[in-house]
């Protein structure tokens, strides 16, 4: 029953000003939605959740549904990377190895590379040891 409004839930999408962009991503979203049983990634499924309240608050919009349903699916937290740095052993590390090399003009170029890299982060500087 719901598949013959997605056209009509597309055509509505343009005549909304929708970008292109987001016209696709509904249509992608609305056509695979029941297509993939493996484990989607976050992005995909905070995707097919907005698809599905929008599709849905079309529906009710032209009462072809009583209420939105969808607007009780929450979306996915998605958490922030944590950055990973280099501890202050391994700069030792680093610059131990190439210390050893800094008789070459690379080695040397290396070596400025890594003390450099080592002097920008500010929260290891104080920790190193040269």
């Known amino acids: 029953m719901l598949h013959r409004y997605c056209s009509q839930f597309l055509a509505y999408c ?23 049983f493996n484990d989607p990634s976050i992005h995909v499924t905070k995707s ?25 699916i929450p979306y996915p937290k998605i958490y922030k990377t944590i950055p990973e740095f280099l501890t202050p052993h391994q700069y030792n590390r680093l610059i131990g190895h ?16 890594i003390m450099l890299h080592a002097t920008t982060n500010q929260c290891f500087v104080e920790r190193l040891t040269y």
């Open 48 to 72: 097919r959740v907005w698809a599905l309240r929008q599709f849905y608050h079309f529906l009710t919009l032209h009462r072809i549904i009583p209420e939105n349903i969808a607007t009780g």
């Open 14 to 36: 343009e005549l909304a000003d929708f970008s292109a962009r987001s016209i696709q991503a509904l249509t992608i979203r609305l056509i695979d939605f029941t297509a993939d």
């Open 98 to 113: 190439f210390s050893e090399e800094e008789d070459s003009s690379m080695g040397l170029r290396n070596l400025i590379i």
